[in-house]
């Protein structure tokens, strides 16, 4: 398998391990590992249910939270959001792309905490 770093960051290691060929004998065999270090988003999602008692025509707000746990910023993320039968969308503090009667799809721009 041939592999190329994005960034051109790596880390190669090179060993001479021997290896049983079956009749008592054993071969040399070189055995190479390769680590690309490249620049990546890792994002972790989460969304805060609310608790309580809700009234037919109570505003219920739900809470999402993403983070971008890795070392680049990642710009234009969407993320759908499915709403639970018996609500509908109302508003939203993130960037809306679109909504429908039961998903809305917001976009972020999130740095990297990095």
Known sequence: MIGVCTDGTRVDTRTVVTQPIGNGDSCPVLSRTRTCTDNVYDLALTKADPSGTYSPGDDVTYTI????????????????DYIPSGLSFVSSTANVVSSGANTVVLDFDLVAVS
């Open 65 to 80: 939270t993403i983070i971008n746990q890795g070392d680049i910023d990642a710009d234009n993320i969407q993320v759908t």
